[in-house]
T-cell receptor, first 114, second 112 residues
Framework: DAGITQSPRHKVTETGTPVTLRCHQTENHRYMYWYRQDPGHGLRLIHYSYGVKDTDKGEVSDGYSVSRSKTEDFLLTLESATSSQTSVYFC?????????????FGSGTRLTVV | QKEVEQNSGPLSVPEGAIASLNCTYSDRGSQSFFWYRQYSGKSPELIMFIYSNGDKEDGRFTAQLNKASQYVSLLIRDSQPSDSATYLCAVRTNFGNEKLTFGTGTRLTIIP
């Protein structure tokens, strides 16, 4: 997806290990988001950021933390991975201000916790 | 009650017919409404957005918004097999709130 990159694309990790997912944008957008997508639940917001070092929780933030030290990077950390965190994780970016535009999504990270 | 509700489908429509996808939302203060298309294994892509009551047309797509009844719909005319995907409805509750709430999506299959 133009302007937004997620890494890694796929990851398998063991229960109890920390995992960090990276979202990188080249659009200089103020807002960045982490969602997870699960069958039957759709896209659910984990955390979002409205500027460097400015972050807030979404509806499913337990077990996750985020950091944004630069405009272009938004990191999602699973502090101690559990099987319930097996999911597809999407990063999204949004232009600031009017709320006129929707999101642009990254390609996603498929995470499997075994 | 979920904030944004969609029928999960699958919705099957013959090629060339009109596909109609519906979405209802619970927050009467919602201001902005978006339709995303998601192909299997891919990320969602924005196809339509609407803010005002009425219809908004873009090519084969028409978004319809009725704030009094709290629903938004997407019509796809002359449906093509390439339209087969999951369609996600998303709602922003008010200006200044930069978060979108998504429905669970409707899976659409166009039958050749």
């Amino acid at each position: 997806d133009a302007g937004i990159t997620q890494s890694p694309r796929h990851k398998v990790t063991e229960t109890g290990t920390p995992v960090t997912l990276r979202c990188h944008q080249t659009e200089n957008h103020r807002y960045m988001y982490w969602y997870r997508q699960d069958p039957g639940h759709g896209l659910r917001l984990i955390h979002y950021s409205y500027g460097v070092k400015d972050t807030d929780k979404g509806e499913v933030s337990d077990g996750y933390s985020v950091s944004r030290s630069k405009t272009e990077d938004f990191l999602l950390t699973l502090e101690s991975a559990t099987s319930s965190q097996t999911s597809v994780y999407f990063c999204a970016i949004s232009e600031s201000g009017t709320g006129t535009y929707g999101y642009t999504f990254g390609s996603g990270t498929r995470l499997t916790v075994v | 009650q979920k904030e944004v509700e969609q029928n999960s489908g699958p919705l099957s429509v013959p090629e060339g017919a009109i596909a109609s996808l519906n979405c209802t939302y619970s927050d009467r203060g919602s201001q902005s409404f978006f339709w995303y298309r998601q192909y299997s294994g891919k990320s969602p892509e924005l196809i339509m957005f609407i803010y005002s009551n009425g219809d908004k047309e873009d090519g084969r797509f028409t978004a319809q918004l009725n704030k009094a009844s709290q629903y938004v719909s997407l019509l796809i005319r002359d449906s093509q097999p390439s339209d087969s995907a999951t369609y996600l409805c998303a709602v922003r509750t008010n200006f200044g709130n930069e978060k979108l709430t998504f429905g669970t999506g409707t899976r659409l299959t166009i039958i050749p």
